[in-house]
């Protein structure tokens, strides 16, 4: 009886014998099946959730465009892959470096005067002539004329009637000019308008009969106007428009000389935009772009002679 109590307790502890098989030393159990899917073909798997089609599209189409609406698409924005965001991003520098390559590039800067609202002949007046110096009799006289018709008409006005000037004096040669008498000054006129007043016709007369003189003393014209500056323009460096003057100590020397020698209206203000416009004096703001390129013009050569002068900028 107790044999039979303790053959049964041993066969229960004992562990089930390896038995060797064809294949090697592999231990094999001969008693029960590994797990509870043995002899299956194949474990049973968990079914899947299947996503319905229109979502699977919807989804498609947001992250082939990248779009920022959600709510056209039916997706949440907790749902965005990273994908998605991923590529958003990286379109935000490429706008940058597309803009700046469009960027256009402004206007030059120039004095305070000229506006974008200023007059076409005014701003190319501004641009091509105003402070760039002249050497040329004819130029200069024709200038010291714009510079006294200011007491009657603004530049703007000046400019425009430009061509006219230029065929009621003969190109402003002095020595044309000179010769005019009073049935050729009444004969200066626009529509039957008188282009300028009578004392200012007849005092252009009386300045082109001193500038003839001037030339057959001195020898020209611009080598008398020059000599007040030691043939150097005077470069005032201003940065504002209020602090341009409308006169100088330089123009008052230079008006009492000519209304010595018997020239009219050629008062302090006239003379120093005389200077202004022929260049003797440059009156650019600094921050012009005009201001560097008439000072580098105003490096006057005492060598230079009349007809070389015409090949200067105007």
């Not at 003969?170 to 009444?186: G, M, R, T, V, Y």
Request: with cysteine; aromatic share 8%; proline share 7%.
């Amino acid at each position: 009886m107790a044999m039979s109590v303790a053959t049964e307790l041993q066969s229960s502890i004992c562990e089930p014998r390896a038995v060797l098989g064809p294949g090697g030393n592999r231990v094999r159990v001969s008693e029960g099946p590994k797990h509870k899917y043995e002899g299956l073909k194949k474990p049973p798997q968990r079914p899947r959730k299947e996503i319905p089609e229109s979502v699977v599209r919807k989804n498609v189409s947001v992250d082939s465009s990248c779009s920022s609406d959600t709510s056209s698409t039916g997706s949440s924005p907790k749902t965005a892959s990273p994908r998605r965001t991923v590529r958003h991003k990286s379109l935000r520098p490429a706008k940058l470096v597309s803009n700046d390559v469009v960027k256009p590039d402004g206007p030059p800067r120039r004095c305070e005067w000229i506006t974008a609202y200023s007059d076409p002949h005014y701003i190319s007046f501004h641009d091509e002539e105003w402070g760039v110096p002249v050497y040329d009799d004819k130029k200069l006289f024709e200038l010291l004329v714009l510079s006294q018709s200011l007491a009657e008409l603004s530049w703007p006005e000046i400019l425009t009637r430009r061509d006219i000037f230029r065929n009621l004096f003969d190109n402003f040669d002095p020595s044309s000019i000179a010769k005019f008498d009073e049935k050729k000054l009444l004969s200066l006129k626009v529509n039957g308008i008188p282009i300028l007043s009578q004392q200012k016709l007849r005092a252009i007369v009386d300045n082109a009969i001193q500038v003839v003189k001037i030339q057959q003393e001195v020898g020209s014209f611009s080598k008398y106007c020059w000599s007040f500056v030691n043939q150097k323009a005077i470069n005032n460096g201003v940065r504002y428009g209020r602090q341009v003057p409308v006169k100088s100590p330089k123009a008052e020397v230079i008006s009492k000389d000519l209304m010595k020698r018997g020239f009219r209206c050629v008062g302090p203000t006239v003379v120093y935009s005389f200077m202004q416009v022929a260049g003797i004096v440059n009156d650019h703001l600094v921050t012009c772009f005009r201001h560097k390129v008439c000072d580098v013009n105003a490096k006057f050569d005492p060598k230079l002679d009349i007809e070389k002068s015409k090949d200067l900028p105007k």
